[in-house]
């Protein structure tokens, strides 16, 4: 943090307006774990790069509340890492790399203003970077582009530039280009401060124009930097200026080549989100959007975690502010009980430690503890019924029975599967006849989870089996009548969510196609909003 002797050219604007909320979208392997932890120690907010990592035998600043998730190497669950950057209040939001979390991943992305897409410059765009590319183009993310391991061979920097902007439907505009690649690789090229840089950071070269570059003779000898000179060339020939606008709007990408392990292009990617990364933008809800600038305070959950730390037996409610100054011990309403609630300990997250947040504006993210009060996508407001939009359920593609071995203890696995519905780690469902307990999930990563869950914290011991069912939709129709027609006819296949709406059940894609031209007023939903 700067001393008060330095002011920050940034102290005069409102606090709202210095807070970068973003994520890092990758596929698993790409190197976000090591991008954290090196724009963390760039920042200045560890002193130790590797503590981010919860991998064994290091120490975990984040989410070692489970074996599971240690012995597999992933990372289950998002949590939130606040930095201070150049009068910058920095909020990264951790997003779990793994395909079968994606539901989290994406209630995750509903509450960043940008996201930085790291690519293996070897590998190119993989699967799960175009999945999470696609959630971000669903409300317009800027997002700059961190192409990572230049240090290592890969492919062409313009063949990479050209697969990205093919597969990704989306402009690049270049920042820093990587003169040579893995044992030739000898710097980079900042076209943002107009230097020449070495691998550890000296300056070779600055420049008002490039081809002011062709008259450094220590340069023009290098067939590495000429090579590397005349691709950038092409790509600027080829690529459109940057547009701070067109960036906002979601629709360019700032790219920078580095590796984050050797910290090449970190502190730069720091810098181009600190200087052109967006403030906190408007939030979608009903009846309007929010605006950053709104007086009153308002927020939302977009993620409920229990044992952060095992020596708290806490659950958190993870709230993204929308608008407004909070300040500790504000009572703040839950628009979808209607209860009010005093935040007596709300919690910044500032690398290792949890920091009582006395003040908070848009963009931040505080962490309210609670027991259960707070679920996934809650609205909380000074009294206005606004309902934030845009994080849905989405239709689970494994339902399950679960079946109890102790039949005593029906009551601790009802409140088990409560509790973890709210924190988003499962739905629950109930069917219509019967009295089945039934569970439904995106991926089967996500069953074991909740398993390992239920019996470690609740001492139930759960198992699950298949019930016959592959689809599940939500039901709506403009028609009543036709609605409760269909329900009765359906009854059998049908049941409710925590929120009694109705959910159609069928066999497989074929059943529920069916049941969809049987039925053409009916409206067979994939995802539903959580309130
Ligand atoms: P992830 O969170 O996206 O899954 O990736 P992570 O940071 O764990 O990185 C995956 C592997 O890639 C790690 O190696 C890491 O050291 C390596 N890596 C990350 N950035 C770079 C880079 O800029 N250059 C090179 N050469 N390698 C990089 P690992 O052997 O799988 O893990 P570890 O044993 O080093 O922890």
Redesign the pocket.
């Known amino acids: 943090m700067s001393s008060a002797a330095e002011v920050s050219p940034r102290a005069h604007l409102e606090p709202f307006r210095t807070r970068r909320t973003f994520a890092i979208i990758?596929?698993?392997?790409?190197?976000?774990?090591?991008?954290t932890e090196r724009l963390l120690s760039a920042a200045g907010a560890i002193q130790q790069a590797g503590a981010v990592?919860g991998?064994a035998g290091q120490r975990s600043t984040r989410s070692d509340w489970m074996e599971m998730e240690q012995q597999r190497g992933i990372?289950i669950s998002s949590s939130v890492m606040t930095f201070e950057f150049d009068g910058l209040t920095m909020n990264l939001l951790d997003t779990p790399?793994h395909s079968d979390f994606s539901e989290d991943t994406y209630r995750t992305l509903t509450a960043v203003d940008a996201a930085i897409m790291?690519i293996d410059a070897a590998k190119g765009i993989e699967s799960q970077t175009l999945k999470l590319f696609e959630v971000c183009r669903l409300r317009d993310i800027p997002i700059i582009t961190f192409i990572?391991?230049?240090?290592?061979e890969g492919l062409a920097p313009l063949d990479l530039i050209d697969e990205i902007q093919g597969k990704l439907a989306l402009d690049l505009t270049p920042v820093l280009w990587p003169i040579g690649q893995g044992v030739d690789f000898k710097g980079y090229i900042d076209l943002l401060e107009k230097r020449v840089v070495t691998p550890q950071g000296k300056t070779l070269a600055e420049f008002d124009a490039i081809d002011d570059l062709l008259e450094v003779e220590s340069l023009v000898d290098d067939p590495v930097f000429m090579t590397a000179l005349e691709t950038l060339e092409l790509a600027r020939a080829m690529l459109p200026d940057f547009d701070l606008k067109v960036f906002h709007e979601g629709h360019m990408s700032p790219v920078l080549f580095?590796?984050?392990?050797?910290g090449?292009g970190v502190a730069e990617l720091l810098r181009t989100l600190g200087d052109w990364g967006p403030e906190p933008r408007p939030q979608p809800a009903l009846p309007a959007p929010i605006s950053p600038d709104e007086k009153k305070v308002s927020g939302f959950v977009f993620k409920v975690q229990a044992n952060m730390d095992a020596n708290h037996r806490d659950r958190i409610a993870f709230v993204r502010l929308c608008s407004g100054t909070f300040t500790r011990g504000m009572r703040l309403k839950n628009v979808r009980s209607g209860k009010d609630m005093a935040v007596a300990n709300p919690m910044f997250f500032f690398g290792n430690n949890r920091e009582l947040a006395e003040e908070a504006v848009a963009g931040d993210i505080v962490g309210i503890p609670n027991h259960g009060t707070l679920s996934v996508g809650d609205t909380l407001t000074e009294g206005a019924t606004i309902n934030v939009t845009g994080i849905p359920n989405f239709a689970p593609e494994i339902i399950r029975r679960v079946r109890l071995t102790d039949a005593m203890k029906t009551k601790q696995m009802s409140k088990a599967l409560s509790d973890l519905a709210e924190e988003g780690v499962t739905q629950v469902f109930r069917r219509m006849v019967g009295a089945d307990w039934i569970v439904g999930v995106v991926g089967q990563l996500q069953l074991e989870v909740l398993a390992s869950r239920v019996a470690k914290e609740y001492g139930v011991p759960i198992t699950f089996e298949p019930m016959g069912f592959e689809v599940a939709r939500w039901v709506e129709s403009d028609d009543p009548d036709e609605l409760k027609r269909f329900i009765t006819a359906q009854k059998t296949n049908m049941a409710e969510d925590r929120a009694d709406a109705p959910v159609f059940l069928a066999q497989n894609a074929w059943w529920a196609d069916r049941a969809k031209q049987d039925w053409p007023k009916i409206k067979f939903l994939t995802t539903k909003e959580r309130h």
């Open positions: 990758s596929h698993p392997d790409a190197g976000k774990t090591t991008l990592r991998k990372s790399g790291v990572n391991k230049v240090d290592r580095g590796s984050a392990l050797k090449i």
